[in-house]
């Protein structure tokens, strides 16, 4: 079955600075790549996603690459912000399953 | 539109009592998912269920029982609670199928096994 894998755990950064959030998968079937975040004590909620036949997606500052050769995705924010912080999630999808990395909390000093 | 809703949203039990999460989704979604959170463990797969009359196992089922009793509930029962289930319990649904799609989520539910 699948397994993701995360890294960092924890990350810190300057507000303003870049913040990048990799994850590995190893089912080559999955199809489909989505982030959550999810705030202290909140739900996780979707920030962006990305299908297997695409290599690269952006939404404003946050954008997400994917390598399917090395089963390899990366999250990516520019120009932090302290509402940023939070702890976000990568997870990878074939066919109803949806199996999720253990997270990166993000912290964004002023 | 409520979306997600699931209760309780709090509940201490003794070990060895069971109990029933309740679930349910108003938004006409194919599958329905229960997913349990821990510190430094992420979201862990236990159940899920692709539409109404299935059900599969996930990364962590051993311990629970799920229902899917209609294509809007789905429930999860722990019938004899240990500490080690002590967890924030998230239920959520999405269109599933090839297709997979936005994960919606319900509030959690905190529960604790003394």
Same mark, same amino acid.
């Given at each position: 079955g ?5 890294h960092p755990?924890?990350?810190?950064v ?15 079937a ?25 290599g ?12 399917k050769?090395?089963?390899?995705f ?6 932090t ?11 990878g999808?074939?066919?109803d ?13 002023p | 539109?409520?979306?997600v809703t699931?209760?309780?949203?709090f509940?201490?039990?003794?070990? !060895? ?6 679930c349910?989704q108003d938004?006409?979604h194919?599958s ?15 159940y899920?269920?692709?539409?109404? !009359?299935?059900?599969?196992?996930g990364e ?11 294509k ?20 959520a649904?999405?269109? !599933?199928g090839?297709?997979?799609g936005e ?12």
């Amino acid at each position: 079955g699948e397994n993701v894998e995360q890294h960092p755990s924890t990350l810190s950064v300057q507000e303003g600075d870049s913040a990048v959030i990799k994850c590995t998968y190893s089912d080559s079937a999955s199809n489909y790549f989505p982030w959550y975040k999810q705030e202290l004590g909140k739900r996780p909620q979707l920030i962006i996603d990305i299908r297997s036949n695409v290599g690269e997606k952006k939404d404003q500052r946050i954008a997400v690459t994917l390598n399917k050769t090395a089963k390899h995705f990366s999250l990516h924010i520019t120009e932090t912000q302290p509402e940023d912080s939070a702890v976000y999630f990568c997870a990878g999808y074939n066919t109803d399953k949806l199996i999720f990395g253990t997270g990166t909390r993000l912290q964004v000093f002023p | 539109n409520a979306g997600v809703t699931q209760t309780p949203k709090f509940q201490v039990l003794k070990t !060895g009592q069971s109990m029933t999460l309740q679930c349910a989704q108003d938004m006409n979604h194919n599958s329905m998912y229960w997913y349990r959170q821990d510190p430094g463990m992420g979201l862990r797969l236990i159940y899920y269920s692709a539409s109404e !009359g299935t059900t599969d196992k996930g990364e962590v089922p051993n311990g629970y029982n799920v229902s899917r009793l209609n294509k809007r509930e789905f429930s999860l029962r722990l019938e004899s609670a240990a500490p080690s289930q002590t967890s924030v319990y998230f239920c959520a649904s999405s269109y !599933g199928g090839t297709i997979g799609g936005e994960l919606f989520f319900g509030e959690g539910s905190r529960l604790t096994v003394l």
